[in-house]
């Protein structure tokens, strides 16, 4: 059997150079495969990188909070306002604004005596020398059958009560005599003291009244001088040892001015009786007597030697 070997003489026809040129190409063709390579993975590389570094980072919270839109006022108010103040209202107790109002009637009420009684806040009270002048101005100052009393208290209407009217003087005065008995209380003086002297008799109508559990004996006069008229009413009653006298007075001068007009005394007497009808006398602590200690008896003389 022969054997032909086609690539020895194929490789004997071929020239040195040839050869050599082979083998360059080969060692060509790799370095030129290796730089191929090594630049794609470069390439590759660098392509990554650049992804890497273009990717978007997360944005900061400070960033979130101030890009962030809020919300619509116009939206949510109206739904959550009427619900909070309904929650508010509900929650907080309404203070109703209290308004105190003064009394029509005020009360004055004397411990010395135990008098008390009410009169209308807009009248005018006074008290000590302001009501004794008062009082003692009067034709007829007390109507006690005795000396010795004093004026407690007075009450007297307001000008604005009769504006424009012939009204000179009306009040109410309570006076205190501890110098009468329990029967001289019960009497008037028949000629009063201090009248004027061309002034009409007194007319005098003793009656009783009964105030509370206290009956108290009445009395009336009427005064004229001239144009001017003065009725007075007095009552007396005995309590806590001593005589108690109210007395309502009123007095016109009959001179009507302009665009004024007379009064009616019933109608003033009306008003004063009111304060007449809450008269209440309280018991007062009588005062306390010590008796005083009787004297040592004097030491016996001694006889003279």
């Known amino acids: 059997m022969t054997r032909i070997n086609l690539f020895s003489n194929k490789a004997s026809r071929t020239s040195p150079a ?32 650049g992804c890497f570094s273009d990717k978007p980072k997360p944005a900061s919270t400070d960033n979130q909070s101030a890009t962030t839109p809020a919300p619509s006022p116009a939206i949510t108010a109206p739904a959550t306002a009427p619900v909070a103040n309904a929650v508010q209202t509900a929650a907080q107790p309404v203070h109703k604004k209290v308004v105190h109002k003064a009394p029509a009637m005020l009360v004055y009420a004397d411990k010395t005596s135990g008098v008390s009684f009410k009169y209308p806040r807009k009248y005018i009270l006074k008290t000590g020398d302001a009501a004794d002048e008062l009082v003692s101005s009067d034709p007829v100052p007390m109507d006690f059958v005795q000396p010795g009393g004093f004026a407690v208290a007075a009450v007297t209407l307001p000008e604005s009560a009769y504006p424009n009217g012939d009204l000179a003087t009306a009040f109410f005065n309570v006076s205190f005599n501890k110098s009468l008995t329990a029967e001289q209380c019960g009497e008037f003086s028949e000629a009063k003291p201090g009248a004027p002297p061309d002034a009409a008799a007194p007319v005098a109508q003793p009656s009783k009244l009964i105030i509370g559990d206290m009956e108290l004996a009445s009395s009336e006069s009427l005064a004229s001088q001239g144009t001017r008229e003065e009725a007075s009413k007095y009552y007396h009653v005995f309590e806590n040892g001593a005589c108690y006298e109210f007395a309502l ?32 006398i309280n018991p007062t602590a009588a005062p306390e007597v010590t008796a005083a200690a009787p004297p040592a008896p004097a030491p016996p003389a001694t006889p003279a030697q």
């Open 18 to 49: 040839i050869l050599s040129s082979l083998v360059w190409g080969k060692t060509n063709f790799d370095n030129t495969t290796s730089t191929l390579v090594f630049a794609a993975l470069l390439l590759v590389c660098s392509i990554g990188v």
């Open 249 to 280: 007075r009123v007095a016109t001068t009959g001179v009507e001015t302009d665009g004024g007009k007379h009064v009616d005394p019933d109608e003033v007497f009306q008003r004063l009786e009111k304060i007449l009808a809450t008269v209440k």
